[in-house]
């Protein structure tokens, strides 16, 4: 006869990446800015119009 255990998994509802970012005191408000060699101007003319689209 053999017998079988069934027990919930240890790591559910356990996400790497959002705890370890939550741990670094990265929250929801935040956003990554990712920019390479651009004109200063350039950079703040491709914000602009990134927020007005946004809101």
């Keep these: ?14 996400d790497p990446l959002v705890n370890g970012r939550i741990a670094a005191g990265v929250n929801d408000n935040l956003i990554r800015l990712s920019i390479g060699l651009e004109d200063v101007n350039d ?12 809101y």
Aim: aromatic share 8%; net charge negative.
């Design 1 to 14: 006869m053999s017998e079988s255990f069934q027990t919930q998994a240890i790591h559910a509802g356990y």
């Design 43 to 54: 950079l703040i003319a491709d914000l602009d119009q990134a927020i007005a689209a946004a």
